[in-house]
């Protein structure tokens, strides 16, 4: 079963709108992380944010902010005021398991296209 | 500069042949991973170490090897390539085993032929 799911393989928004791409993950761990990267078409991955299982309230880092569900297990990533530079692939990630068994799984992404 | 760096950054290999893709990190990062990317399947862990002298089986470990000597390197080596091997690697790190970020190398474009 996939563990990191995200629905959208594609997606366009209008510039200056929001967007908000799904992510929904399956863990029985009680201690837990994800993540969302972007990854352009030059290919580098880069870090946007992240949000522990703890956490109260939702990550947010400028535009980018996280909702995070944890009764529903998503933790769908949100950018707001779309720009052109933020067509990209987009890529959810946990981090589960304990000491030697811990590792990071990621998802299939979401590729976003931001329309003038 | 510190990062981490994989070599080469593109190969094309005879299928049966062995090769072994490199990844060195400088920020002596305990975790380090291997995955592959391939179109719509996203990136697949491939194999992970949370510290030197200890290695995990990921999402899709067969036809792939990995050591973990020291803290720095973690390469990964195919024994005989098949085609199916054919992907983009990514070799990543992190500084432990919390919620800490992962930080990518540029990637090696493997084809398989």
């Known amino acids: 079963a996939q563990k990191i799911t995200q629905t959208q393989p594609g997606m366009f928004v209008q510039e200056k709108e929001a967007v908000t791409l799904d992510c929904t993950y399956d863990t029985s761990d009680q201690s837990y992380g994800l993540f969302w990267y972007k990854q352009p078409s030059s290919g580098e991955m880069i870090f946007l944010i992240y949000?522990?299982?703890?956490?109260?309230q939702n990550a947010t880092e400028g535009r980018y902010s996280l909702n995070f569900q944890k009764a529903r297990k998503s933790a769908n990533l949100v950018i707001s005021a779309s720009q052109l530079g933020d067509s990209a692939m987009y890529f959810c990630a946990m981090r589960e398991g304990r000491g030697a068994t811990n590792k990071l799984i990621f998802g299939t992404g979401t590729l976003l296209a931001v329309q003038p | 500069i510190a990062g981490i760096t994989q070599a080469p950054t593109s190969q094309i290999l005879a299928a049966g042949r062995r090769m072994t893709l490199r990844c060195t990190q400088d920020?002596?990062?305990?975790?380090m991973y291997w995955y592959r990317q391939d179109l719509g399947l996203g990136l697949r862990l491939i194999h992970y170490s949370n510290t030197a002298g200890t290695t995990g089986k990921g999402e899709v470990p067969d036809g792939y090897s990995v050591s973990r000597a020291n803290t720095d390197d973690f390469p990964l080596t195919l024994a005989s390539a098949v085609p199916s091997q054919t992907s983009v690697y990514f070799c990543a790190s992190r500084k432990g085993a919390g919620n800490t970020e992962a930080f990518f190398g540029q990637g090696t474009r493997l084809t398989v032929v």
């Open positions: 949000q522990g299982s703890y956490d109260e």
């Open positions: 920020m002596r990062h305990n975790a």
